[in-house]
Every structure is written in structure tokens, then in C-alpha cells.
């Protein structure tokens, strides 16, 4: 059997035990231990900022749409760049700003001509938005909390491969953030993609974060075996950064984003997910070259967690709420 823990060669051979054969980790999975991890971290300060869509995908010259705690937004840049963000109806008639059109900074509404300068209008004001450089967040004032100037900050790997994906579910931002806070789910839940999975440690009042030794499976008999934390710098995010091990400091950061209620009145929760991958071994230089090709197959590999992830927080979600 391979040794479990990460050691000089990225890849070890792994054999594919019965799923049901793993040892259980109900008994170490508490119930009380994830509510109140759930609890520190919704306590945390966010300073009003929502993730609300990954930075390449608000390109000059094209407007885009997104949503906030119900509220229709426009997002697009101005002259030098820099992300604006706003009403997405327009101050005339309502038309959807994000069908508009970008011209040298300024946004022009489709229905009528209405052309929008960054700045605002007395019309239209907008909203605090900062990119970092991965994702695009926008600041909402009335979501309950003393505004910060910048979002709290997650710090990534300066020579990464990055990328971003987004689903949403019928859930609230805690559910998924709960779902986070549950590592020992992995190889049961996900056995396509973990195995060897051992908890190390949970949050305690000292280090409130879980760090976790397990091997992520590369294809059906080989696996990259890695320690990681997981901890949560603000209510909506979960940052989990590996310690030890093949992309040591590689990190992928979960933010939940509350979109409002669905017509059926119950709220959606989108996941916007950033992975920033890193390694120290030279061959990585061939890994950032052919960084195009890579970012739909990181995408794909995150979407299929997250397929499952969300049937968990939604699943949550339904027997808080009554509605299964």
C-alpha cells in the first residue's frame, strides 16, 4: 500500500477499495462541531462585499448582468479598466442594461439612447465594485454591515493557473458554506475524486480552521496524495489551501452568493469557485503555457463536485426550511 502522505513524487499508486468497505466517518462528523464553525464564520465581518462573477468574464467593451440579494445588476469597465457596477435597469423605462452597449467608458441603453458615464447620474448611482484580479465583487450597504473599503482579502499564489466556475442551487449562503465545513463527506460522498481521507484536526478557539490529509485521485489507480486547510476569512468564504504535498500553496476559494428568491419564493445561493494552482516543480512552466486547455478541464473536474455539493446544501436546506 502507498504511503498516504505527500512525499517527493506528485503521483502513487492507489488501490480502489469497496465503497463500502471505507471506515465510516459518522462518528467523527458532529453535527455540533460543523454548526459552530458555521457560526464563527458567519460572525466574521464581510464589509457588505458579494462575489459576483469572475473577472474575465466583464471584458471591455461588453456590459454584463448579475444578481444580489434580489437585486438585477449592470456590470461592465471604464475607460481605464476598472469594474462599474450598478442598477441593472435603467433610470427611463427599466430597460436591462446589460443588453446595452459600452462606448469609451460610458454605458448606452438600447431602448432609448440613455448613455450612462461611470460616474453615475442623479438617475443612477453606483455601487462600490473591486477586482481582484480573479473575481469581480460588488459592495451592497444595505446588506446589515459597517462597509469596509475593500473586500476581505484571500491571498492566492502569484504564479498560478487559475479558474473560475459558477452554479447555483436552492439553498442559502450557509448551506454551502456548511457543506465546506463537512470535509469528512469527501471520499464518501465524492470517491471518484478522494480517498484516504483522516481529518488531522478541527477547529479549536486557538486555530479555527480544519486541516485534513488526503489523496485526490488521478484517474482509477493513481493519486496525489496532499495536506490541506480549510478555514473561513469572511461569512460567505471558504478558502482551502494545501500545506503539504504536490501544489503546495495552491488554493480554491468557495464563495457563496445570495441571488434572492426564486419564483417559487425560495432563495438561491450561487457558488462561485476560484482555483489558483501553483507547484514548485519546473515542468509547471508547461502546465502555465498551455493554461487555455487546462481551465475547461479544471472547470469540468470543479462543476462535478459541486453537482453533488449542491444536492447536499440544498438537501440541507429543504429539512431546515420544511420542504422536502
Known sequence: MADPSPGRWPLRPVRR?????????????????????????????????FVVAASADVRPGRPAGA???????????????????????????????????????CLTCRWHGLCLPAEGTEEWRPLPAHDDGLLLWVRVDDAGETPLPAPVATPRPADAVSAVTRLAGTCEPGDVVAN????????????????????????????????????????????????????????????????????????????????????????????????AATSARPGFAVAKAVAP???????????????DDLAYAERRYALRSGTV
Open 17 to 49: 477499495p469497496r465503497w463500502s468497505a471505507q471506515p465510516p466517518t459518522a462518528g467523527d462528523a458532529d453535527p455540533a462541531l460543523i454548526t459552530s464553525a458555521l457560526k464563527r464564520a458567519q460572525a466574521r465581518p464581510s464589509g457588505n462585499w
Open 67 to 105: 444578481r444580489v440579494l434580489g437585486r438585477e445588476l449592470v456590470l461592465w469597465r471604464d475607460r481605464t479598466g476598472a469594474p462599474v457596477a450598478g442598477p441593472g435597469a435603467c433610470p427611463h423605462l427599466g430597460a436591462p442594461l446589460a443588453r446595452g452597449r459600452v462606448t469609451d467608458g
Open 180 to 275: 465546506r465545513l463537512d470535509p469528512w463527506h469527501g471520499a464518501w460522498f465524492h470517491p471518484y475524486a478522494f480517498t484516504r481521507l483522516n481529518v488531522v484536526s478541527v477547529p479549536a478557539p486557538d486555530d479555527d480552521r480544519f486541516v485534513v490529509r488526503v489523496t485526490f485521485r488521478v484517474g482509477p489507480w493513481l493519486g496525489v496524495p496532499v495536506m490541506a486547510e480549510f478555514a473561513c476569512p469572511e461569512p460567505r468564504t471558504v478558502l482551502m489551501r494545501i500545506l503539504e504535498g504536490e501544489g503546495e500553496g495552491s488554493v480554491v476559494e468557495t464563495h457563496a452568493t445570495p441571488l434572492g428568491a426564486g419564483r417559487d419564493g425560495r432563495p438561491r445561493t450561487a457558488v462561485i469557485e476560484a482555483v
Open 293 to 307: 486547455l487546462m481551465r475547461p478541464l479544471m472547470r469540468r473536474a470543479a462543476t462535478r463536485l459541486w453537482r
